[in-house]
């Protein structure tokens, strides 16, 4: 299994963003719906052992996690809309602490980066946090087999929320010598992970 | 320089697609718009040292050349829409052999791929092409700088078109052990070019 945690800073916690807008009306959603696209896609296949968690903490309801879980999901083609299109319908439910299945294999309900990760520890799984200058992710990859990888969006990670998950001691790893874009990120972890799997 | 050129088979040679469906009304252009994400774009910054070369061959008038030059480009935000925007500017313009530029960094003209391969050919550069359980990109990388790289959309390149490629001695190589999209393909060759780069 491979989990995904994108933090949407601005990204809007109510369905009436537009999908013709997704960077102004979604608080940037475009930035997590390209996420969905690189952590989940294949050439005419879908990432069954991938699972994508967007946190959303724009207005007007900050904290809402959405879960795209590969093993179920249907309805999801490539494209920004399309990925946009399932968040919103998915915050067109009564959403509570408890989750609910908005369209199959997309899942909602409250939570913030502290919950998810209090749950991630539970598992006893290696947790993965990104920042430059540090270990190259070709040296670690050995370790990052049912890794559990922490992402900011187009604002990074703010230093509070590095003090927080640094608390669940990760392995913290480096993709190059350049800063990137996240969904280019999920990108490399992938293809290092399925290099991994092919050398077992 | 990093050329990167994507078949767009059925990618439409009108202005009058909408960019709120990219993929039906475009001819798949969100393939497209994808590649031209994740060949120009850092994180906060824009790869300058890139060029795009879109082939488009959908209806009604294929053989369309649309160019994305990093060195020069304005006016482009990384959601699927905006560069879906700037080919549709460009669309507009009358196309003609003779390219013109529609908007800054952004030129248009008519063409085909034949015409492409004899202008790189004529640059003395390598050339190189994807195929899956080739020579692994890792393996290959120290003849990648400068590199011109040749891809198909979500269909791949037909029969006819890896024929006409494999007259100009391109390099064959394996990005990985699985099939990618094309946009998560140009994100793998960035990063290698990247690190190639730090490593000189």
Redesign the interface.
């Known amino acids: 299994m491979r989990d995904f945690v994108i933090i949407g800073h601005r990204a809007v916690t109510s369905p009436d963003f537009s999908?013709?807008d997704?960077?102004g009306s979604g608080g940037r959603m475009?930035?997590l719906c390209?996420c969905i696209?690189?952590a989940l896609?294949?050439?005419?296949?879908m990432r069954r052992d991938v699972r994508v968690h967007l946190l959303l903490l724009g207005d007007p309801d900050p904290g809402i996690i959405v879960r795209f879980e590969g093993s179920s999901l249907k309805y999801l083609?490539?494209?920004?809309?399309s990925s946009g299109s399932l968040i919103k319908k998915s915050l067109q439910k009564n959403i509570s602490d408890i989750q609910v299945q908005s369209t199959p294999g997309v899942w909602i309900r409250k939570g913030n980066l502290e919950m998810l990760m209090e749950e991630f520890r539970d598992t006893g799984r290696n947790i993965f946090y990104l920042k430059e200058d540090e270990i190259d992710i070709r040296a670690s990859a050995h370790l990052m087999d049912d890794g559990i990888f922490i992402f900011g969006d187009?604002m990074g990670v703010n230093e509070d929320e590095e003090k927080l998950i640094s608390g669940y001691e990760p392995y913290v790893i480096s993709?190059?010598?350049?800063?990137?874009?996240t969904d280019?990120c999920i990108?490399?972890i992938?293809?290092e992970l399925?290099?991994l799997?092919?050398d077992k």
């Open positions: 999908l013709n997704l960077p475009d930035v390209r696209n690189s896609f294949l050439s005419h296949d083609n490539p494209d920004e809309r187009d993709l190059g010598p350049l800063s990137l874009h280019h990108t490399l992938n293809n399925d290099r799997v092919v």
